[in-house]
C-alpha cells in the first residue's frame, strides 16, 4: 500500500517546488534571501514541532545525540539549497539555473550506487539519460545551438553549490537511520536550518540595503512554508525511505516541465513543439525508472 501511495506522491513534490520558483523570482525588491529562508523554514518547523512534539519529547535522547546531522541536513537543504538559490536568481538567468540543477538528480543516482550500495540497472541509467535530455531540449526551447549562447556569471557557483548540496541533503538523509518519523525528522532538519540561517538572516536585517517587511513578503514566507517547504520536503523524505534516493531524485526532471505548464495555464505563456517532445522526453525517462522501480 505504501508502494502505491509513493509512486504516486512523487509526480507531486515537482510541482510543489515550482512555487518556490515563482516566489524566488517575485522576492528581489520585497524580502532579502536569507530573511525569506529563514521565515520560511521558522514557521515550517514551528508547525512540524507542533505536529511532531510528542514523539519528538518521547525520543529526544535521540535527537539530542544526533544534532549535528540536524544541523548539516539544515544547512545542505534549507541554508544552501534555500537562501542560496534566492541569491542566485538575482544574477543568473533561468536557463542556466535549470541546466546546472539539472545535473543533482545525476549527482545523486551515481552516489546512491557507490555510497549507499542501491541498486541502479542499465534501463534505468537510460531512464535518467531520456530525462536528462528531456529537461535541456525544453530549457533551450529546442534549438540546442542556444547552449554555444550560455554564459556563466557569479550566480552560477552559487547554483552550482545547490546543485552539490542537494544531492548531499538526498544521500546523508538516506544514510543516517533515524527512528523518527517523517513529520518528527524533518522537524529537527528544521531546527538546524534555522539555526545556520539565523546569523545571517538578522545581519542582513541589520543592513540599511534590505527591503522593509511589508504584507506581500509575509505572503512569500507563508506560501514557501507550506507549500514547497513543508508539502515537498516531506513527500520527498518520506518517499525516499520506500522507493529509494536515486529513485525518487530522477521525479526531479519534471520540474521544467511543469514550470512550463504553469506558465502556459497562469501566465497565458504559448506551447511549443519543444515542450511537447520534451515532456515526452521526460515523462518516458521517468516512467522507465519507475516501472523498474515497482518490479523490483
Given at each position: 500500500?505504501?508502494?502505491r501511495?509513493?509512486?504516486v506522491?512523487?509526480?507531486?513534490t515537482?510541482?510543489l517546488?515550482?512555487?518556490n520558483?515563482?516566489a524566488a523570482r517575485?522576492?528581489p525588491?520585497?524580502?532579502?534571501?536569507?530573511?525569506?529562508?529563514?521565515?520560511?523554514?521558522s514557521?515550517a518547523?514551528?508547525?512540524?514541532?507542533?505536529?511532531?512534539?510528542?514523539?519528538?519529547?518521547?525520543?529526544?535522547?535521540w535527537?539530542?545525540?544526533?544534532?549535528?546531522?540536524?544541523?548539516?541536513l539544515g544547512?545542505?537543504?534549507?541554508?544552501i539549497?534555500g537562501a542560496?538559490?534566492?541569491i542566485?536568481g538575482?544574477s543568473?538567468?533561468?536557463?542556466?539555473?535549470s541546466?546546472?540543477?539539472?545535473?543533482?538528480?545525476?549527482?545523486?543516482a551515481?552516489g546512491s550506487v557507490?555510497?549507499?550500495?542501491?541498486?541502479?540497472?542499465?534501463?534505468?541509467?537510460?531512464?535518467v539519460?531520456l530525462a536528462?535530455?528531456?529537461?535541456?531540449h525544453v530549457?533551450?526551447?529546442?534549438?540546442?545551438?542556444?547552449?554555444?549562447?550560455v554564459?556563466l556569471?557569479?550566480?552560477?557557483?552559487?547554483?552550482?553549490a545547490?546543485s552539490i548540496?542537494?544531492?548531499?541533503?538526498?544521500l546523508?538523509?538516506?544514510?543516517?537511520?533515524?527512528?523518527l518519523?517523517?513529520?518528527a525528522r524533518?522537524?529537527?532538519?528544521c531546527?538546524?536550518?534555522?539555526?545556520v540561517?539565523?546569523?545571517?538572516?538578522?545581519?542582513e536585517?541589520?543592513?540599511?540595503?534590505?527591503?522593509?517587511?511589508?504584507?506581500?513578503a509575509y505572503?512569500?514566507i507563508?506560501?514557501?512554508?507550506?507549500?514547497p517547504?513543508?508539502?515537498?520536503y516531506?513527500?520527498?523524505?518520506?518517499t525516499?525511505?520506500?522507493?529509494?534516493?536515486s529513485?525518487v531524485?530522477?521525479?526531479?526532471?519534471?520540474?521544467?516541465?511543469?514550470?512550463g505548464?504553469a506558465?502556459?495555464?497562469?501566465?497565458?505563456?504559448?506551447m511549443?513543439?519543444?515542450h511537447?517532445?520534451?515532456?515526452?522526453?521526460?515523462?518516458?525517462?521517468v516512467?522507465l525508472v519507475?516501472?523498474?522501480?515497482?518490479?523490483?
Amino acid at each position: 500500500m505504501h508502494l502505491r501511495i509513493a509512486l504516486v506522491l512523487i509526480w507531486l513534490t515537482p510541482l510543489l517546488w515550482t512555487v518556490n520558483q515563482i516566489a524566488a523570482r517575485i522576492a528581489p525588491g520585497v524580502v532579502a534571501p536569507h530573511v525569506l529562508a529563514c521565515g520560511r523554514w521558522s514557521l515550517a518547523g514551528l508547525i512540524l514541532l507542533l505536529l511532531a512534539r510528542k514523539e519528538l519529547w518521547r525520543k529526544r535522547s535521540w535527537v539530542v545525540a544526533t544534532w549535528y546531522q540536524s544541523v548539516i541536513l539544515g544547512a545542505c537543504g534549507m541554508w544552501i539549497c534555500g537562501a542560496w538559490v534566492y541569491i542566485a536568481g538575482q544574477s543568473t538567468s533561468a536557463m542556466n539555473i535549470s541546466l546546472i540543477y539539472a545535473s543533482s538528480p545525476v549527482l545523486i543516482a551515481l552516489g546512491s550506487v557507490v555510497w549507499l550500495g542501491e541498486s541502479f540497472g542499465k534501463r534505468q541509467m537510460l531512464g535518467v539519460a531520456l530525462a536528462l535530455i528531456g529537461v535541456a531540449h525544453v530549457v533551450v526551447r529546442g534549438d540546442w545551438s542556444h547552449l554555444a549562447q550560455v554564459q556563466l556569471v557569479a550566480g552560477d557557483l552559487w547554483i552550482v553549490a545547490a546543485s552539490i548540496a542537494w544531492a548531499a541533503y538526498a544521500l546523508l538523509q538516506r544514510k543516517w537511520y533515524s527512528p523518527l518519523s517523517a513529520t518528527a525528522r524533518l522537524a529537527t532538519i528544521c531546527m538546524g536550518g534555522v539555526a545556520v540561517l539565523l546569523p545571517f538572516a538578522l545581519w542582513e536585517l541589520a543592513s540599511v540595503d534590505t527591503p522593509v517587511l511589508g504584507q506581500q513578503a509575509y505572503w512569500l514566507i507563508g506560501l514557501t512554508a507550506l507549500v514547497p517547504g513543508l508539502g515537498a520536503y516531506w513527500i520527498y523524505g518520506w518517499t525516499q525511505k520506500i522507493l529509494g534516493t536515486s529513485r525518487v531524485a530522477v521525479t526531479l526532471y519534471l520540474g521544467p516541465l511543469y514550470a512550463g505548464l504553469a506558465a502556459w495555464l497562469l501566465l497565458g505563456e504559448s506551447m511549443g513543439w519543444h515542450h511537447v517532445v520534451g515532456a515526452a522526453l521526460i515523462l518516458s525517462g521517468v516512467g522507465l525508472v519507475m516501472a523498474f522501480t515497482h518490479k523490483a
